[in-house]
């Protein structure tokens, strides 16, 4: 046996564990402060090797822009030495004390005489009070009256001396100025020159007593991670809200657009080394250095890693828009807030240690692939923006996630699918309640079977993707894929063909037609306005929706004749809402000649395609019962592929959507995709994968247990993109409180409202709006060498709010009256509700900041004598003498209806309307001077640089001349009225004088 317990030696034993035990703690320690704080080596590196280094180069360049400036600064230090000896001068003191004596006694003057005038206006009201009491009380008092006059005289004895008092004490503080004054100036000519090296030693002090140290952005309310709205992505991402560490290309791209505006280069680069804190120099260098080569990614004096970097768009994306002490790091980005640590073993890296170390609820989406690619400018990001800017447009950093708004909207997905938001838009696709009268059933099948043979950018998908050839795009002949879809689309035909509300013939006669005259067609086509929503001829230029080049915004009309007839396009033209009352097309007023000249000819573009013949199913003779089983097949099918969740379908009026539900697809989960066969790699089967071939390919996912019914849209890698960026913002509920969301005032809902009914109606299409859009304006482009007639173009609405009274605007909107008789171009009637009419006026007046509601807009009469020179400036010719010369403002512009000899060419808007119609505040801006307002506009600037070409009239003052011409359009019926108006005019009572902005 060996000794007992007691009397064993375990020394040695003690000392081994006791080293252990120090060991780890040592261990634990280090792993807990070093080896799991990767973050303190992050901040080291940046201090030392990159903040330090670039304030101690800003202070370089400031002693050396001070050393240039050594000379003048000497001078100024001499100069100011004498100009404070000079006051401390025993000869000069006494003068400069003297005026300073006299400066504070005219000061309490001045301060005693408007006391006295306060007392004087007190004593005025107290006798106007008694006055007037006694006026009621029928108790006149001439004491009274003579009382308020001899007031009224000391108020003014008083002014005026008060006036005298006030220029002798200005010229005191003047006298003090030649003392003191000089002396303020040179110190701040002195500050100027020394203050950038003070700056720039303040920042190197600073920069060099850096110590590394914990920081995070607690945040609660936005539960983004665990622990919910704890952010420390800082303390690895320093110079993240930092200035003076922003990427060279980002900086020269703004100074690229400043050179594009026009101005002086040293000043803009002065500027732009103010606002992202970097010399001139570089700035200049780095230009320089990205001309010779533009994919450069190294700069001189610029090695920033990508963690070291300031945010892009700093001043914009942070600064007051997103604090990032009120917003954080991964509201926007994703990510695991709260990981600091990473694994201690290896450089800190994303998503693995992010994975590692959490359930990685949110993975950081700039990391996100397709694919094993990362898409360029990070676009899942800007899908994030949607949880604040839920309705929002025109983001001027979000544009992927605007397009996919649009897109998606445009593309018609909630026809299939419930999406949050999309559940009262209209139906996508036509109406097909009334086939018989519009289409053949030859036509019907042919277009039904593959929609893009006939029109290569629809947005109606093939629902028989099997029967095509990818590469060829032609048909598989004698493959079962195609023998099916000919079976169901003869089906589908069949049951729409049953069930149209019209048969054939069911339209009533148009004897315009009879007529017709085709080439009057095509020049209406031209004039009208069509080109702006359609191509009309196989060789014009597409119309594409806003968001992707690759679908038409309107049908395309090359081959129209093929498809219907002209009695249906006559109908249809001449009130197309009475034929679909959820068209977009709007009515152009067309009389019944119009309207059967354009159907005359847009039916012979046919495209050289026939579809007159039917098919056998529908040949007189064919098996009616074999029809009806038709008609039956093809009403399960319709419910099959869900056709009535884009077009309007007898039958279906209360079909319920047959896609899912994708109002949080964003936030779906990976676990709950099916992958099927088409990604096996457990490694690949990624939420972006799954919906990237979801979108491409529509039946990847088939197999023996799985059907699917998704069609095939071809969607072209920008669209499928769209879509992935619009699929990934949606994630059910707003989960951030309601401070938080965006464009919540009224005004901004008001812009965001008028913007989606502006892009509805495709307003674009015809007008420039606040500098988009206008695209017809291609069609007045003359030959190369002449100059463009964009006068003939519709007009531009650039800050149309500023202009327009709204209860005008309005009624323009709901019921359009030609305003300028030059123009062929046509302002349609818009199917519009009058919530939606307002709320474009509402956009319009919000966009230019402009008052809402605006009740009326008026200017008082003004005097007889300043009217009647307003009309002689706004009637006179130009070439006239002096006194009865004028702006010839009548050459142009007419008064009521033009007359029968008025060249509609030269005309100009309607004079009359312009007191219901425009702001007297826009009147004097657009008189001041037109070209600023409109750019291409007819009318001249008689006011050039704020002067004026006839000094005769106010005494030559401009501002008064145009104020007075505003007044005169304000009240020209009254002055100027039509001459079946002048009898009436002239024995009615004078209108009431307004003020500017009563109530009328």
Not at 460 to 478: H, L, Q, R, Y
Request: one cysteine or more.
């Amino acid at each position: 046996m060996g000794k007992p317990v007691e009397r064993q030696n375990l020394s040695l034993a003690f000392f081994v564990l006791a080293s252990l035990i120090a060991l780890s703690t040592v261990w634990a320690f280090y792993e807990e402060f070093v080896g799991r704080r990767p973050w303190k080596e992050y901040q080291d590196a940046f201090v030392h090797d990159y903040l330090i280094p670039k304030n101690q180069h800003d202070l370089d360049v400031a002693k050396a822009g001070f050393a240039k400036q050594a000379d003048a600064y000497k001078k100024l230090q001499a100069e100011l030495a004498d100009a404070e000896a000079s006051v401390r001068d025993p000869a000069r003191r006494g003068a400069y004390e003297k005026a300073e004596e006299d400066l504070d006694r005219l000061n309490i003057r001045v301060s005693e005489t408007e006391q006295d005038v306060k007392f004087a206006k007190s004593d005025l009201d107290a006798a106007y009070y008694k006055y007037k009491r006694a006026e009621h009380e029928k108790e006149t008092d001439p004491d009274l009256a003579k009382q308020m006059r001899e007031v009224e005289a000391r108020i003014d004895a008083l002014n005026s001396r008060l006036a005298k008092v006030t220029l002798e004490r200005d010229a005191a503080q003047a006298r003090v100025d030649g003392f003191t004054g000089r002396i303020a100036a040179l110190r701040k000519q002195i500050d100027a020159l020394d203050s950038p090296v003070k700056g720039a030693e303040r920042n190197l002090e600073k920069a060099e007593a850096t110590t590394t140290d914990m920081k995070q952005y607690w945040i609660p309310e936005l539960a983004t991670a665990n622990p919910p709205g704890v952010d420390r992505c800082q303390n690895c991402h320093t110079a993240i809200d930092t200035c003076g560490f922003t990427d060279p290309h980002e900086i020269i791209a703004d100074r690229k657009k400043l050179e594009a505006a026009g101005g002086d280069d040293d000043a803009d680069d002065a500027a732009l080394a103010k606002k992202y804190c970097v010399d001139v120099g570089r700035i200049q260098t780095w230009a320089k250095e990205l001309d010779e080569k533009p994919d450069r990614t190294t700069f001189t004096g610029y090695a920033l890693p990508l963690v070291f970097r300031t945010h892009p768009f700093r001043n914009d994306l942070l600064g007051a828009n997103h604090p990032p002490g009120t917003f954080g790091c991964t509201i926007c980005h994703g990510g695991e807030g709260p990981q600091t640590k990473g694994i201690g073993w290896h450089h800190f890296e994303h998503a693995y240690d992010d994975h590692y170390w959490g359930s990685w609820s949110e993975p950081l989406l700039d990391l996100a692939q397709v694919n094993g690619k990362k898409l360029p400018g990070h676009p899942f990001v800007q899908s994030m923006c949607a949880q604040c800017h839920r309705d929002e447009t025109n983001l001027a950093y979000a544009p992927l996630l605007d397009d996919s708004r649009k897109f998606m909207s445009e593309i018609g997905c909630y026809g299939c699918h419930p999406i949050a938001g999309y559940e009262k838009m209209r139906h996508p696709g036509p109406t097909l309640t009334d086939v018989q009268v519009k289409f053949t059933p030859a036509w019907m099948e042919n277009w039904i079977s593959y929609p893009r043979a006939w029109r290569p950018h629809t947005r109606m998908p093939n629902f028989w993707p099997e029967a095509i050839d990818e590469k060829t795009g032609k048909v598989k002949e004698g493959t079962a894929a195609a023998k099916l879809r000919h079976d169901e689309v003869t089906a589908i035909t069949a049951y729409l063909w049953s069930h149209s509300d019209k048969g054939v013939g069911g339209l009533a006669p148009a004897p315009a037609l009879a007529t017709a005259d085709p080439q009057r067609g095509r020049k209406l086509v031209e004039q009208v306005g069509c080109y702006a929503c359609h191509k009309i001829t196989a060789d014009d230029t597409r119309r594409p929706i806003s968001s992707s080049d690759a679908r038409d915004f309107a049908p395309d009309l090359s081959t129209i004749g093929a498809k219907t007839n002209a009695l249906w396009i006559y109908w249809w033209l001449k009130n197309p809402s009475a034929m679909w009352s959820e068209t977009k097309m709007p009515n152009l007023r067309l009389s019944d000649q119009e309207a059967a000249d354009i159907a005359s000819y847009l039916v012979k573009n046919t495209g050289g395609q026939d579809f007159s013949k039917a098919p056998p199913e529908f040949q007189p003779g064919y098996d009616s019962k074999a029809f009806a089983d038709l008609v039956v097949k093809g009403q399960a099918l319709i419910n099959k592929y869900g056709c009535f969740g884009c077009h309007q379908i007898n039958g279906f009026e209360h079909a319920q959507k047959i896609g899912a539900n994708l109002s949080d697809f964003g936030h779906k989960a990976v676990d709950l995709l099916d992958f099927g066969d088409a990604i096996t790699d457990h490694h690949q089967q990624t939420w972006y994968n799954w919906l990237n071939l979801k979108l491409h390919h529509p039946r990847a996912y088939r197999y023996e247990r799985v059907d699917t019914v998704m069609p095939q849209f071809d969607f072209d890698d920008h669209e499928v993109e769209l879509l992935m960026v619009f699929l990934k913002s949606q994630k059910g509920p707003p989960a951030v409180p309601s401070k938080y969301l965006a464009g919540q005032a009224p005004e901004k809902a008001a812009i965001v409202a008028g913007q989606k009914i502006v892009d509805y109606y495709n307003c674009r299409g015809c007008h420039v709006i606040d500098g988009q859009g206008g695209v017809i304006r291609d069609r007045y482009k003359d030959d190369p060498g002449k100059a463009d007639d964009f006068s003939m173009a519709p007009p531009k609405f650039n800050g149309e709010g500023a202009k327009l009274q709204p209860a005008w605007g309005f009624q323009f909107i709901k019921h359009p009256i030609p305003l300028r008789p030059w123009l062929h171009v046509r302002m349609p009637t818009f199917p519009l509700t009058d919530e939606a009419a307002t709320g474009i006026i509402h956009y319009f007046a919000a966009s230019a900041g402009v008052s809402w509601p605006y009740l009326y807009a008026s200017t008082p009469t003004p005097p007889a004598d300043e009217m009647a020179i307003a009309k002689v400036m706004l009637t006179g010719p130009t070439d006239a003498p002096p006194g009865q010369r004028g702006f010839g403002c009548l050459s142009c512009h007419v008064l009521g209806t033009p007359g029968p000899n008025v060249d509609l060419s030269t005309a100009a808007p309607n004079l009359y309307l312009a007191e219901q119609r425009l702001r007297p505040d826009w009147i004097v801006r657009w008189i001041s001077n037109p070209s600023a307002i409109i750019d291409d506009t007819k009318m001249p600037s008689f006011f050039p640089n704020g002067t004026t070409l006839f000094p005769e009239y106010f005494g030559g003052d401009a501002t008064k001349q145009i104020e007075a011409l505003r007044d005169l359009l304000m009240h020209l019926r009254e002055e100027l009225p039509p001459p079946s108006e002048t009898t009436t005019a002239a024995s009615a009572p004078a209108k009431k004088s307004r003020g500017r902005h009563g109530r009328g």
